[in-house]
């Protein structure tokens, strides 16, 4: 099965930020919204952020003026900036392929994800 490839996580100190990029399956980042994803441990997992396949971003509104999401130069890749990060923002962030018109076996992807850790 296909899988996206996520990147840029690590561990950074309170206000730092970071921009993490998702790389979907080759050929598959036009044809697929885009999500967002974190899970912190023993937590359920959390949408954060999406792209749709017109490049129309959304976030989670709580997290609004510090998170946005853009393509990247390579038409496969979803990034996600991060600023003023947080301790609470510790998390594993991850992203997930779905069709924009239901279900896309194209677009039934998952990444491992990056994992971002916040500490001073």
């Known amino acids: 099965q296909a899988r996206a490839v996520e990147s840029g996580g690590g561990l950074v100190q309170p206000g730092a930020s970071l921009r993490l990029s998702c790389t979907a399956p080759v050929g598959t980042g036009r044809l697929c919204i885009i999500d967002w994803y974190r899970q912190t441990a023993g937590n359920q997992r959390e949408w954060i952020s999406s792209?749709?396949?017109?490049?129309?971003?959304a976030v989670a509104e709580y997290l609004r003026g510090r998170f946005t999401i853009s393509r990247g130069d390579d038409q496969d890749t979803a990034v996600l900036q991060i600023t003023d990060l947080k301790a609470n923002d510790t998390a594993l962030y991850s992203c997930r392929g779905s069709g924009s018109g239901g279900y896309d076996p194209a677009c039934s992807w998952w990444g491992q994800g990056t994992q971002v850790n916040v500490s001073s």
């Open positions: 792209l749709n396949t017109d490049d129309n971003p």
